[in-house]
């Protein structure tokens, strides 16, 4: 299994992460771009067609889900896992607010998003309601992929490397944001895989991810309504 999850996250992954970010910056730098919420359909139905599959595929050889960190066991460790996440939401609804008074904070945001990242996120109320499900798809989908599954297949590797490599992986995924996304999402790749680790369950690291990409959605609207 360690050769398989060598193969996905070093070849496989890459390749899909390297090709998808070519195929989404071509797509978003259209004139006029696609409708954003037929992207983010197209977004989330790819990748439940690669997770359903899967889970599926455990469930049906008996292989117990847990494996996958889909489990809420683990006692105090989970339970602070979840006190961790509402304790960082909070620090982003604070930046958040922070930027509804501050017109040089939300200056300074503005510039450090890569223009393909602000053509992608949400711009306007309706474009934020159609993200929801999408916030929501890759702190599931995204997870078990770069999270469940490189730990149970890169289990008899070092944990540096479990975490490491499939963070890698993660960041291909968002190449089209530039070196500065790719650097940002492998980083909160890793700080996913220790919450992980830290925890035993998948489920506070859903959760994280999935606020995180709403917040971070909410703010991008933010901005562009002030700009």
Same mark, same amino acid.
Do not use: K
């Given at each position: 299994?360690?050769?398989?999850?060598?193969? @996905?996250?070093?070849?496989?992954?890459?390749?899909?992460?390297?090709? /998808? =970010?070519?195929?989404?910056?071509?797509? %978003?730098?259209? $004139?006029?771009?696609?409708?954003?919420?037929?992207?983010?359909?197209?977004?989330? @139905? /790819?990748?439940? =067609?690669? &997770?359903?599959?899967?889970?599926?595929?455990?469930?049906?050889?008996?292989?117990? @889900?847990?494996?996958?960190? %889909?489990?809420?066991?683990?006692?105090?460790?989970?339970? !602070?896992?979840? !006190?961790? &996440? !509402?304790?960082?939401?909070?620090?982003?609804?604070?930046?958040?607010?922070?930027? &509804?008074?501050?017109?040089?904070?939300?200056?300074? @945001?503005?510039?450090?998003?890569?223009?393909?990242?602000?053509?992608?996120?949400?711009?306007?109320?309706?474009? %934020?309601? =159609?993200?929801?499900?999408? !916030?929501?798809?890759?702190?599931?989908?995204?997870?078990?992929?770069?999270?469940?599954?490189?730990?149970?297949?890169?289990? $008899?590797?070092?944990?540096? =490397?479990? #975490?490491?490599?499939?963070?890698? /992986?993660?960041?291909? #995924?968002?190449?089209?944001?530039?070196?500065?996304?790719?650097?940002?999402?492998?980083?909160?790749?890793?700080?996913?895989?220790?919450?992980?680790?830290?925890?035993? /369950?998948?489920?506070?690291?859903?959760?994280?991810?999935?606020?995180?990409?709403?917040?971070?959605?909410? #703010?991008?609207?933010?901005?562009?309504?002030?700009?």
């Amino acid at each position: 299994m360690t050769a398989l999850g060598l193969i @996905l996250f070093l070849g496989v992954f890459p390749a899909i992460g390297f090709a /998808s =970010a070519r195929t989404m910056s071509r797509l %978003l730098l259209d $004139d006029p771009p696609p409708a954003r919420p037929s992207l983010y359909l197209n977004a989330m @139905l /790819s990748q439940w =067609a690669l &997770v359903v599959p899967l889970v599926t595929l455990f469930a049906l050889t008996g292989t117990d @889900l847990a494996r996958l960190g %889909l489990h809420l066991s683990g006692g105090p460790a989970v339970w !602070a896992g979840f !006190a961790a &996440v !509402a304790a960082i939401h909070v620090g982003l609804l604070a930046v958040r607010a922070r930027a &509804v008074r501050s017109s040089r904070l939300r200056v300074w @945001l503005w510039r450090r998003m890569h223009p393909a990242t602000r053509r992608l996120l949400p711009q306007t109320p309706a474009d %934020l309601a =159609a993200f929801a499900p999408v !916030a929501v798809t890759a702190g599931v989908c995204e997870e078990i992929l770069f999270r469940g599954l490189p730990f149970f297949l890169l289990a $008899d590797l070092p944990a540096g =490397a479990v #975490l490491v490599i499939p963070a890698l /992986s993660f960041g291909t #995924l968002h190449l089209y944001q530039g070196v500065l996304g790719f650097g940002v999402t492998a980083i909160a790749g890793l700080a996913f895989g220790g919450l992980y680790l830290a925890t035993g /369950s998948l489920l506070p690291v859903m959760l994280l991810h999935g606020l995180y990409n709403w917040e971070v959605a909410r #703010l991008h609207l933010l901005l562009v309504d002030t700009q």
